[in-house]
């Protein structure tokens, strides 16, 4: 023990406690937000605010099945009654109370204010007597009478219009007054949260609120309510059910992991206290590093928590090293730290420099989970070095590993003969690469996607009954106020309109059916005459006609009445016309944006290019197309870009940290050399297997280098030391090589595609690391059993 036992000791405990303190106090977000960039272009903004705050991902879509329609009904009612005071919800609905009548009612009494049809020459003699000429001619047609009640009021056909406009829009099918699926089994509910889509905590609350809505109503119902179940989905749903998932399977992958190396330690050590003390480094880590976040970004995220605790797992080998190399006595302490810990040190920088180049990445949670994992490392190497020694008794001893060593010493002599297997992995392993070279990466952010098929296709199913547009095209317009976003939105009508006629498109919608500008609206009651001229206009155009202009009184009488109205607004929107108006309409900054969704033609996919040039010789400003799910995975590509860029940049600083320490070409390709081997081979059997390299990959490769560099610089100056230290040294290794392979492998089984590209990559990967780097070692340190020893083994 050393004379500054109780500094460092006070020191260490000091660094704890304030971790704790700063945990106390730190924001834990639930949300996916950190997978979003921090400088993104305009149109990934665009496509970000949707992501995280659209109308769209803050729907949640409810379908009540099985009983009878009957039941459905009743079930449906109750739980919009219990939900539409809840402060959740913007939007409750479920087509009943009224909302179809409200629509018509909305649509019948502004028809001059909302149609298109609405211009001075409709009101002329000639105008009106061509209206109500057509309107005869409709009327005198098989299914005229339909329209008959209508006559007296809307002689012009305006109304016809309106509803022929609307008739491409899908919408929700009214049974027993409210929205059932075309096939009539499912009752439907439409919710908008108050909260982010990504806000997944706010999202869960909404969700639990939904079901405990449905079980009051179900239990109201009776006994006729026992077969009715609910089904709900949503980009929020979703969002939830990805989370939870792989939160769920963290930790129980965690614990899995956890009790493994816990079972493999107490087998190796023999003793519950060196077991407790080859934990501290990883628990002092793991705080440090959580704080490091909070006191670095304000806020931690929960699933970068997951990643990061799963990356510092490397911490664990640290403990290993010192407890085995040393002997497991607090005299082998000192003699530790002047032989090996000089190499730990030396791992510890080449980790540190590899996870860096995540602090550079343009995603929050990349950025976090690097620096939680250098603060967490660096911290597990300094308590291991430091803090360990001074809590050994001076009486401690462990299991005599040296048996275990010997037959290690001498599997590892075997290895080293057949280093020619190695080349030839690398050979293999480019070839492949190479080969595929242009397929290497899946640039698909569906590949990361943990939502089972089966929630796709009911999110599918149920936003087709709904009538909700899938968000595969969009054209964004933009103004500085609602208004203005609106009259762009009517600039670019016309526009849809020629591309729909040309098929380029399938169709499109618009707020502007039911929101009109203020300018345009102005424009409209404008053209409408007072009452006066307008029943002189009616008497000349009806001369001659089977018809007596007294008959049209209730018409002059509606449109004097529109002719007063103030300009329809936003928050005097009914139900069901603001949830339509509301989906394509976006607050953004000081700014607003209107989102019209457009659809594919029969073809299924849209020229782009052809789209993109029309809206350049259309003179409009600020217009975007955005074809969603490109935009989406190009999205993703840049940060694979910009991940690999960052990681390559990483590679870089290793190699000229192992330079400037030992000077040598020749021993900086040795210790790199098993390290590009081990990330070779893996890239390939990936590939070679049909699968191509995510961000998870990318990860799991940068862990196998930022692990196997340990064992390489190990390797490297085991031909520097004796074959008792070699020996040891050799244990220290496989039994931290089985540790990680524990730590890493169950999460490869976890089912979550996040979770399993890390454990696939890395649980392989430092097994190939140790073996290559035995492979690869100073045969004089191994053959015969004879050793050379240079100076103290400290490095270089």
Same mark, same amino acid.
């Given at each position: 023990?050393?004379?500054?036992?109780?500094?460092?000791?006070?020191?260490?405990?000091?660094?704890?406690?304030?971790?704790?303190?700063?945990?106390?106090?730190?924001? *834990?977000?639930?949300?996916?937000?950190?997978?979003?960039?921090?400088?993104?272009?305009?149109?990934?903004?665009?496509?970000?605010?949707?992501?995280?705050?659209?109308?769209? /991902?803050?729907?949640?879509?409810?379908?009540?099945?099985?009983?009878?329609?009957?039941?459905?009904?009743?079930?449906?009612?109750?739980?919009?009654?219990?939900? %539409?005071?809840?402060?959740?919800?913007?939007?409750?609905?479920?087509?009943?109370?009224?909302?179809?009548?409200?629509?018509?009612?909305?649509?019948?009494?502004?028809?001059?204010?909302?149609?298109?049809?609405?211009?001075?020459?409709?009101?002329?003699?000639?105008?009106?007597?061509?209206?109500?000429?057509?309107?005869?001619?409709?009327?005198?047609?098989?299914?005229?009478?339909?329209?008959?009640?209508?006559?007296?009021?809307? @002689?012009?056909?305006?109304?016809?219009?309106?509803?022929?406009?609307?008739?491409?829009?899908?919408?929700?099918?009214?049974?027993?007054?409210?929205?059932?699926?075309?096939?009539?089994?499912?009752?439907?509910?439409?919710?908008?949260?108050?909260?982010?889509?990504?806000?997944?905590?706010?999202?869960?609350?909404?969700?639990?609120?939904?079901?405990?809505?449905?079980?009051?109503?179900?239990?109201?119902?009776?006994?006729?309510?026992?077969?009715?179940?609910?089904?709900?989905?949503?980009?929020?749903?979703?969002?939830?059910?990805?989370?939870?998932?792989?939160?769920?399977?963290?930790?129980?992958? /965690?614990?899995? #992991?956890?009790?493994?190396?816990?079972?493999?330690?107490?087998?190796?050590?023999?003793?519950?206290?060196?077991?407790?003390?080859?934990?501290?480094?990883?628990?002092?880590?793991?705080?440090?590093?959580?704080?490091?976040?909070?006191?670095?970004?304000? %806020?931690?995220?929960?699933?970068?928590?997951?990643?990061?605790?799963?990356?510092?797992?490397?911490?664990?080998?640290?403990?290993?090293?010192?407890?085995?190399?040393?002997?497991?006595?607090?005299?082998?302490?000192?003699?530790?730290? %002047?032989?090996?810990?000089?190499?730990?040190?030396?791992?510890?920088?080449?980790?540190?420099?590899?996870?860096?180049?995540?602090?550079?990445?343009?995603?929050?949670?990349?950025?976090?989970?690097?620096?939680?994992?250098?603060?967490?490392?660096?911290?597990?190497?300094?308590?291991?070095?430091?803090?360990?020694?001074?809590?050994?008794?001076?009486?401690?001893?462990?299991?005599?590993?040296?048996?275990?060593?010997?037959?290690?010493?001498?599997?590892? %002599?075997?290895?080293?003969?057949?280093?020619?297997?190695?080349?030839?992995?690398?050979?293999?392993?480019?070839?492949?690469?190479?080969?595929?070279?242009?397929?290497?990466?899946?640039?698909?952010?569906?590949?990361?996607?943990?939502? @089972?098929?089966?929630?796709?296709?009911?999110?599918?199913?149920?936003?087709?009954?709904?009538?909700? @547009?899938?968000?595969?095209?969009?054209?964004?317009?933009?103004?500085?106020?609602?208004?203005?976003?609106?009259?762009?939105?009517?600039?670019?009508?016309?526009?849809?309109?020629?591309?729909?006629?040309?098929?380029?498109?399938?169709?499109?919608?618009?707020?502007?059916?039911?929101?009109?500008?203020?300018?345009?609206?102005?424009?409209?009651?404008?053209?409408?005459?007072?009452?006066?001229?307008?029943?002189?206009?009616?008497?000349?155009?009806?001369?001659?006609?089977?018809?007596?202009?007294?008959?049209?009184?209730?018409?002059?009488?509606?449109?004097?009445?529109?002719?007063?109205?103030?300009?329809?607004?936003?928050?005097?929107?009914?139900?069901?016309?603001?949830?339509?108006?509301?989906?394509?309409?976006?607050?953004?900054?000081?700014?607003?944006?209107?989102?019209?969704?457009?659809?594919?033609?029969?073809?299924?996919?849209?020229?782009?290019?052809?789209?993109?040039?029309?809206?350049?010789?259309?003179?409009?400003?600020?217009?975007?197309?955005?074809?969603? #799910?490109?935009?989406?995975?190009?999205?993703?590509?840049?940060?694979?870009?910009?991940?690999?860029?960052?990681?390559?940049?990483?590679?870089?600083?290793?190699?000229?940290?192992?330079?400037?320490? *030992?000077? /040598?070409?020749?021993?900086?390709?040795?210790?790199?050399?098993?390290?590009?081997?081990?990330?070779?081979?893996?890239?390939?059997?990936?590939?070679?297997?049909?699968?191509?390299?995510?961000?998870?990959?990318?990860?799991?490769?940068?862990?196998?280098?930022?692990?196997?560099?340990?064992?390489?610089?190990?390797?490297?100056?085991?031909?520097?030391?004796?074959?008792?230290?070699?020996?040891?040294?050799?244990?220290?290794?496989?039994?931290?090589?089985?540790?990680?392979?524990?730590?890493?492998?169950?999460?490869?089984?976890?089912?979550?595609?996040?979770?399993?590209?890390?454990?696939?990559?890395?649980?392989?990967?430092?097994?190939?690391?140790?073996?290559?780097?035995? #492979?690869?070692?100073?045969?004089?340190?191994?053959?015969?059993?004879?050793?050379?020893?240079?100076?103290?083994?400290?490095?270089?």
């Amino acid at each position: 023990m050393s004379r500054h036992r109780w500094l460092i000791l006070g020191i260490w405990l000091a660094t704890v406690l304030g971790a704790v303190g700063v945990i106390s106090h730190t924001q *834990f977000l639930a949300t996916l937000s950190e997978f979003f960039p921090r400088s993104p272009s305009v149109q990934q903004t665009v496509l970000n605010e949707q992501l995280r705050k659209g109308p769209l /991902s803050r729907n949640i879509l409810a379908g009540i099945e099985g009983g009878t329609a009957a039941v459905r009904t009743k079930i449906s009612e109750h739980m919009v009654q219990d939900l %539409r005071g809840d402060d959740h919800f913007e939007i409750v609905s479920n087509g009943n109370s009224g909302t179809h009548e409200k629509v018509y009612h909305y649509l019948f009494t502004h028809r001059y204010l909302l149609s298109p049809t609405t211009r001075p020459e409709l009101f002329t003699v000639t105008g009106l007597r061509e209206a109500i000429g057509k309107m005869l001619n409709v009327l005198a047609t098989p299914g005229g009478e339909a329209v008959e009640a209508l006559f007296p009021e809307d @002689p012009t056909g305006t109304m016809m219009h309106i509803a022929k406009e609307m008739s491409g829009m899908p919408q929700p099918m009214p049974h027993h007054g409210v929205w059932t699926s075309p096939s009539g089994d499912t009752a439907l509910l439409l919710l908008q949260t108050r909260f982010s889509g990504s806000d997944t905590e706010a999202q869960q609350q909404a969700i639990n609120r939904v079901r405990e809505a449905f079980a009051r109503a179900k239990a109201s119902a009776g006994r006729p309510g026992e077969n009715a179940h609910l089904v709900l989905t949503g980009v929020g749903v979703i969002s939830v059910a990805a989370r939870n998932t792989i939160v769920h399977a963290a930790e129980f992958m /965690s614990l899995i #992991s956890g009790t493994m190396i816990v079972i493999l330690l107490l087998l190796v050590y023999r003793s519950a206290v060196a077991l407790l003390f080859g934990l501290i480094p990883v628990i002092s880590g793991i705080m440090v590093g959580i704080a490091a976040v909070s006191l670095g970004f304000g %806020r931690v995220y929960d699933i970068t928590l997951g990643f990061g605790t799963a990356l510092i797992g490397e911490a664990v080998d640290y403990s290993i090293y010192f407890l085995v190399q040393s002997g497991q006595t607090s005299a082998g302490a000192e003699q530790w730290a %002047r032989k090996y810990w000089p190499t730990v040190r030396l791992g510890v920088a080449t980790s540190m420099i590899g996870f860096a180049s995540l602090l550079f990445s343009n995603l929050p949670g990349l950025s976090q989970l690097g620096l939680y994992a250098i603060a967490g490392l660096l911290t597990a190497s300094v308590v291991t070095r430091f803090v360990l020694p001074e809590l050994l008794p001076g009486n401690f001893r462990g299991p005599d590993l040296n048996r275990l060593g010997r037959f290690l010493l001498g599997a590892a %002599r075997g290895v080293a003969s057949a280093r020619w297997v190695v080349l030839l992995f690398v050979v293999l392993a480019s070839g492949i690469l190479i080969l595929h070279r242009h397929h290497l990466w899946n640039h698909e952010l569906s590949a990361l996607s943990p939502v @089972p098929k089966t929630e796709q296709s009911l999110y599918a199913r149920l936003r087709n009954d709904m009538g909700i @547009p899938e968000s595969g095209y969009l054209l964004v317009v933009s103004g500085s106020t609602l208004d203005a976003a609106l009259q762009a939105a009517e600039e670019a009508g016309p526009l849809l309109q020629r591309l729909q006629r040309e098929g380029v498109i399938g169709g499109f919608q618009t707020p502007v059916n039911f929101l009109p500008s203020v300018a345009t609206q102005l424009k409209r009651k404008s053209a409408i005459p007072p009452e006066d001229v307008l029943t002189a206009r009616l008497t000349e155009a009806v001369h001659g006609l089977p018809v007596t202009a007294a008959l049209f009184s209730p018409f002059v009488r509606e449109v004097e009445r529109e002719r007063g109205l103030r300009p329809l607004t936003r928050a005097a929107l009914p139900a069901g016309v603001r949830e339509l108006v509301e989906s394509m309409v976006v607050r953004q900054g000081n700014g607003w944006r209107v989102l019209l969704p457009v659809a594919a033609p029969p073809s299924g996919r849209i020229d782009r290019e052809t789209v993109q040039s029309a809206l350049l010789r259309h003179p409009m400003d600020k217009a975007m197309f955005i074809d969603v #799910s490109n935009a989406t995975n190009t999205l993703y590509s840049g940060y694979m870009d910009n991940a690999i860029q960052w990681s390559l940049a990483g590679v870089v600083g290793i190699v000229l940290l192992l330079w400037v320490v *030992f000077r /040598s070409i020749f021993r900086v390709l040795r210790i790199l050399l098993p390290l590009v081997a081990s990330v070779l081979t893996v890239a390939a059997g990936f590939i070679a297997l049909g699968v191509e390299l995510n961000m998870m990959n990318l990860i799991g490769l940068m862990l196998i280098v930022a692990v196997g560099s340990n064992y390489a610089l190990f390797f490297d100056r085991g031909a520097r030391t004796d074959e008792e230290s070699a020996a040891r040294t050799l244990v220290s290794l496989v039994i931290a090589n089985m540790a990680t392979v524990m730590g890493f492998g169950p999460l490869a089984f976890s089912g979550v595609p996040v979770l399993q590209a890390i454990g696939a990559t890395v649980a392989p990967g430092v097994v190939l690391a140790l073996w290559f780097s035995a #492979s690869l070692t100073d045969r004089e340190m191994l053959v015969g059993g004879k050793t050379r020893v240079i100076g103290d083994g400290s490095v270089p």
